[in-house]
């Protein structure tokens, strides 16, 4: 038997004894079967290589050749284009509509090569036929806009405390709520809280309309919005601002989010909030917990950070935000520019404000960036650069303000240093470091409103300096790592300072896994009090069994500074082998409350998650619930779905409800087919998946992989194309009683292939009709069946019927 190449031009004719072939007494009709390297013709997925380089895995069909017959993959111009390669020559001399186009045969070296066994399609197109070299980068006429819908996104916790008769409720919903309308998005951010200490409360964080302005790389933004702040601190504002959106970009840079980390004693809540707006609220575990899922509006606002225990008492302490250094490739420039209303969390004196920022790269090694902001009685310049000196990135930056305040100039610097690096050698990670110093009369915008809104005229805490860092450590001999996070601030309006750490130490022995965490917070006073709060947590984690959803079993130590101590132990795990669905039960004891139980249950669904927790001591109770999900409206309904990120997209598989994702857990389409992706990766080739294993016999795809470009924050359509019908297997007999041949074509009333005839003269097909007609074609013979199925019996898997096909 002659072997050749699927896709190589001029393919040999392939040879096969049919003499072989037993179990039928007609001659064999291979032909479609031997053409092109047995490829039938059909779509198959399979893994996309272009110039050795997986471009992803996609669905591809394989037509014969009209010139030379065999079996070829068929790349439309436009599939060529999102592989990368420049066609606006070949736009001028083939199809764009979607015709195949012969690649091999129009570009000079180039070479399509399929191999079957791996389901491997390797293409080579030479590298001046490629538009760009980065790797990732999506041309921007493939960027999805998306549909027109409406969403809500809800966050809820809340708790009730129970201490000797009095019972102390806690609410929170945080909402974010949007409506896309063709280019345009509108959102707004807002919460609600409520509890026995405070009535309703309602308060909208920010709304605003936002859309992409794809020649300038840009996103523009209407309405209560912030500054950028690589250059300036962040302003809250009114108005309008144009700023880079480093995501459009082929080396695009992610954006730094602040781990926070703590200890809580019991079955606790933590709330983050910046400048006096919460950003999260959320139930955790007794012992050490981290969050890294804070997102601060804008860069000048510390975290405060409060925890409050099951038994109601609360400890607040302040984390440091800082962003990344300042750093660009060659020749790429950011920029924002903004204007409207400096908008005050106190509703005082809001002056109008413009202000533009600038970063450029000059070589591959220095950044320059500067920046200028100008307000009633106040203006500010910045002049700075980033260099990466080899053993670690640091930017450099001085600040100038002029303020105007009740008849007095006041005129600073502010100095600021950034750094980051990873030192290889030594297995350590310094994400950030940074010093800043400023002088007394130093003022930036927003100390410059809250100066002109005290009554004194003068503001109060003052930054004179901060140094801060996080670091990670690996230790030598599989020892575990080593993290400390640190921070000091001292003003110039008081003396003292304050000062927050926290270290860790993380290692593991054999399936045992440990940590011990120290957290300090130092308030230095006026009168040269200070207050001191340590915190030392020790933690034990091991598996009880071997299989990866085993439960485990921990124990957690906490002790404080004023001598009171916390200890639990319990188990968590899976719930019956359920991936989505997790328990926790622990009890404990401490030398305030005694002996204490808790116990959480939480589960991811489809529709959101869920988690509700229990806990009692001598003398409290404490129940904590709390749900996180979207609702979206559109126009094929109203579907629920999981929390939802900045960009998602709906998954449509037409007509059938329950199809799952082979990519993301827990996302399956509702009764109108259609499932919330809850987050997508915007300007960047997303690839989706149906999990065909779940659709049962009756549904058969056309495409069970597809792939969708997301503009920022749009919600595209990912659409499947079913087929939903019966499984039948027709016995075809000719009017003489005789079989229909081995390898004969089966189609439909409207010429679509269904199936392939078998050695005994059947073919098994899925019929969307319970009547109609089949056509069978081999050689240069055909005929035709008529068949009435049966009535549809749900006991079978698919109905056996024998037709006459004449």
């Known amino acids: 038997m002659a072997m050749t190449d699927a896709g190589n031009q001029g393919a040999a004719t392939v040879k096969f004894n049919t003499a072989f072939i037993q179990g039928t007494d007609q001659p064999a009709d291979l032909n479609t079967f031997l053409q092109g390297n047995s490829v ?82 390797s293409i080579s197109i030479p590298q001046s036929m490629m538009s760009r070299s980065a790797r990732g980068y999506v041309p921007p006429e493939l960027w999805d806009e998306g549909e027109t819908v409406g969403f809500v996104n809800y966050s809820f916790s809340g708790a009730r405390r129970t201490r000797g008769n009095q019972t102390q409720d806690q609410y929170y919903l945080g909402l974010r709520n949007g409506f896309n309308l063709g280019a345009w998005r509108l959102r707004n951010e807002s919460s609600l809280v409520y509890g026995d200490a405070q009535p309703y409360r309602f308060r909208s964080n920010r709304t605003f309309a936002q859309r992409d302005i794809s020649a300038l790389k840009s996103q523009l933004t209407l309405g209560e919005t912030f500054t950028d702040s690589q250059v300036f601190d962040s302003v809250r504002f009114i108005g309008a601002t144009l700023a880079s959106d480093d995501g459009m970009l082929p080396d695009s840079e992610r954006v730094y989010a602040p781990v926070i980390r703590g200890i809580a004693e019991t079955n606790a809540t933590v709330e983050v909030r910046q400048n006096g707006f919460m950003l999260y609220s959320g139930n955790v575990s007794p012992g050490p917990f981290e969050i890294s899922d804070i997102y601060p509006s804008g860069s000048n606002g510390d975290l405060e950070i409060t925890v409050v225990e099951a038994d109601g008492r609360k400890r607040v302490f302040v984390q440091a935000y800082a962003s990344l250094p300042i750093m660009v490739p060659k020749g790429a420039l950011r920029y924002s520019v903004a204007a409207g209303q400096y908008d005050s969390n106190d509703g005082g004196q809001a002056p109008n404000f413009a202000s533009t920022t600038l970063i450029y790269g000059l070589t591959e090694r220095v950044t320059a960036a500067g920046g200028l902001q100008v307000a009633e009685d106040y203006q500010a310049g910045n002049v700075g650069a980033g260099v990466n000196t080899g053993v670690g990135a640091v930017s450099l930056d001085l600040t100038q303000s002029l303020s105007q305040q009740r008849r007095e100039r006041y ?33 930036t915008l927003d100390e410059h409103v809250e100066a002109l809104h005290a009554r004194n005229g003068t ?107 916390d200890m639990q132990t319990g188990l968590n795990g899976q719930v019956f082998d359920d991936r989505n669905t997790f328990y926790s039960v622990q009890a404990g004891h401490d030398n305030r409350s005694g002996s204490a139980g808790f116990g959480k249950l939480s589960t991811t669904t489809p529709y959101g998650r869920f988690d509700t927790g229990y806990g009692q001591g001598r003398d409290y109770r404490a129940l904590s619930v709390g749900a996180s999900g979207s609702v979206v409206a559109h126009a094929g309904g109203v579907n629920l779905g999981q929390p939802l990120g900045d960009t998602f997209a709906l998954v449509e598989v037409k007509g059938v409800g329950g199809a799952k994702l082979s990519n993301f857990s827990q996302v399956e389409t509702a009764d109108n087919g259609y499932a919330i992706l809850p987050y997508a990766q915007p300007y960047r080739a997303n690839w989706v998946s149906l999990d065909t294993r779940a659709l049962g016999a009756d549904v058969e795809l056309d495409n069970a992989v597809t792939q969708v470009v997301p503009r920022r924050g749009a919600v595209p359509r990912v659409s499947f194309k079913t087929s939903v019908g019966r499984r039948v297997q027709f016995e075809l007999l000719r009017a003489d009683g005789s079989a229909i041949p081995l390898g004969a074509v089966v189609e439909d009333e409207n010429g679509k292939l269904l199936a392939a005839v078998d050695p005994g003269s059947r073919a098994l097909v899925l019929s969307e009709q319970d009547s109609g007609e089949l056509r069978v074609r081999w050689g240069d013979q055909h005929c035709r069946a008529r068949f009435d199925l049966p009535a549809r019996n749900p006991q079978r898997t698919y109905d056996r019927v024998k037709v006459v096909c004449q």
């Open 40 to 121: 039938v013709p059909g779509t198959y997925r399979v893994d996309v290589y272009v110039n050795r380089a997986l471009t992803g895995r996609r669905d591809i069909s394989f037509v014969a050749n009209p010139v030379s017959g065999a079996v070829q993959a068929c790349l439309t111009l436009e599939m060529l284009h999102q592989f990368g390669m420049n066609i606006d020559d070949m736009k001028r001399s083939a199809d764009a509509s979607g015709a195949c186009f012969d690649l091999p045969a129009n570009v000079a070296f180039a070479h399509v090569e399929y191999q079957p066994a791996s389901l491997r399609l």
């Open 411 to 443: 005129s600073g610097q502010s100095l600021r240093v950034r750094y980051a690096n990873t030192l290889d050698l030594t297995n350590t990670t310094l994400a950030v470091a940074g010093y800043r110093y400023s002088t007394d009369r130093y003022r």
């Open 459 to 565: 503001a109060s805490a003052r930054a004179k300096d901060r140094v801060e860092f996080n670091l990670t450590q690996a230790l030598p001999e599989q020892s575990g790592s080593l993290s400390f996070i640190g921070s000091e601030q001292r003003y110039w309006d008081r003396a003292g300072k304050t000062r927050q750490f926290y270290l860790s130490w993380n290692a593991a022995w054999r399936s045992l896994s440990y940590s011990l965490s120290v957290e300090r917070n130092q308030a230095f006073e006026r009168d040269g009090d200070s207050q001191t709060d340590n915190r030392i947590a020790l933690t034990f984690s091991l598996p009880l069994g071997d299989s990866p959803g085993a439960s485990r079993a921990f124990l957690n130590a906490v002790r404080d500074s004023a001598g009171d101590y």
